[in-house]
C-alpha cells in the first residue's frame, strides 16, 4: 500500500500510547520512529494489571495481528465487608489484561516483518531505545527533536509532525505548556500480584474471575485476574492483581518512609517493583491485616515484588501545538487516576482518531473535541471518584454507584461543553 503524502512522524515515549500511534500511523503507510528513553530495548518488568476498557479491546482488535488471548474475563464485580462476606455483587464481564502482555503485542505488531498471512502497509518503523528527548525547534517545514543517550551521546531528527506520548511528566508538554504541573493528590496505590496458585480456597474464590473491591475510611483496595508468565490465560497459571489505595499526606513522614527505596533514595512518583524498603513494606503488612478483609490482607502480605504509585493530577491545556505540527496523546495530554481504568483506553482511543483525522475520515475539529473531551471529562471524573473515596466518608452505594459510572462505555458518554470546548 503505496500513501500519497507520506510523513514522517517522530513519536516520543515508547510506552503504550506511543506504540499505539506508531501502529495507527503505520496503518496508513506513513513513516514512524519511536524515541524512548529507556536505556534497553524493551520496557519489561515494572507494570501489573490493566482493566482493558472498550477502545484498548477495539484497538487490538483492529491492529493486533497476533493471534493469541489477550484477557482474562471477569464475570462479577462483587465488594466486600471486613470480615470477607460478600456484601453485593453484580454480574458484568470485564476485561481484564497485563501491562506486559499489552506492550509485547504492542511490540510485535509495531516491528512486524513481512509475511504470507497479511499485507504489511507500507511506511518504515522505526524504535530506537536509549533516546531521552531533551528539546523540540520548529522549523518551517516540521520540528526537530533533540535527543541525548545514556552515554553522553547527542543527536537530533527531523519530524513532520511530532506525536508526545511520553507520558504524566512529558518532556515536550513541559516544553510548550511549562506552566502545567504534576500535583501529588495526597494518597499512594500499593500494588503487587500473586500466582492464583499459591493462595488460600477463600482468597482464589474471591478474587478468580471476580473485580472485588473493599472500601473503608482513607482505603480502596480492588483486585483481578491477570494474564500470568509469557500472558498465559491458563486457568491455575494466572496472577491476582490488587490496587491498594491509601492516604500518605504530603511532607509526612509516612510518605518519605514508603517513597523511600531500600538503597535510601527517595522515589518521587513510582516505587519500582521489589525496591521498597523491607522495614517500611513490613509496615504496611501489618497495617494490612490490621484494617482489610482477611482476602486482601492475604495477598498484600504475600506479594514478593510490591511496587508504589503516587496518585497524581495533571492535564495539559490544549493536545496540539506549533500549528498542529506537535501533538499530544494518553497519559502526556491527561494523567488519569487509575480508579478511572481508562489510561489505556485513552491511549488506544487517542491513537485511533489521530490516525482518522491523518486520514481525513474526521475533521480537525472532531478530532480536537473527541480528544479533549475524553482527556478533561475523565480527568475530572478521576479527582471527584478519588477525593470522594480517600477522603469522603461514604455509605457503600455511593462507591458502587461512582464504580458503576466509571464503566459507562465512552460511546455513550455525554461530555459537557466544558469538556469539548476548543
Ligand atoms: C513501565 C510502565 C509500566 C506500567 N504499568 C502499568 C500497569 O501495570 N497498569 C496500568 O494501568 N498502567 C501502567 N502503566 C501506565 C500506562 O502505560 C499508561 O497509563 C497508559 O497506557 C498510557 O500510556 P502512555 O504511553 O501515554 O504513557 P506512559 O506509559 O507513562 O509512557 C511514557 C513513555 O515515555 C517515555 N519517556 C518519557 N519521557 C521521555 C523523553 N524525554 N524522551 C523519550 N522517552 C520518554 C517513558 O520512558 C515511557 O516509556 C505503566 C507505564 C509504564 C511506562
Sequence with gaps: MATANKKHF????GSLGGLAAGLALRELGHDTTILERNPTPVLEHQGAGIVAGGDTLAFFNKYNRCDRPIAVTSHRRQYLDRDGNVIHQEDMDQNMTSWDLAYYLMRANYDGVQNSYCEVPDGKTVHLHDRNVTDIQERDDGVEVFWKSGKGEEGSIKADTLVGADGPSSTIRSILAPEVQRVYAGYCALRGTVPESEVSDAAREAFCERFTFFHCRGVQILAYLIPGKAGTVEPGQRLINFVYYTNFPEGSPELEEIMTDRHGRRRRITMPPGLTAPDAWEKQRRIARERL?????????????????AVTDVLSPANEFMGGKVVLIGDALAGFRPHTVASTSQA????????????????????????????????KRGVDMGNRSQFGDLPLEEHIHDRNVASVPREKEVYPDWATAI
Design 10 to 13: 517522530v513519536i516520543v515515549g
Design 293 to 309: 478483609p482477611p482476602q486482601f490482607a492475604e495477598i498484600v502480605c504475600a506479594t514478593q515484588k510490591p511496587f508504589v504509585q
Design 348 to 379: 488506544a482511543f487517542d491513537a485511533m482518531i489521530l490516525g482518522d483525522y491523518i486520514e481525513g475520515k474526521v475533521s480537525r475539529e472532531q478530532w480536537k473535541r473527541e480528544t479533549l473531551g475524553f482527556a478533561r471529562f475523565i480527568q
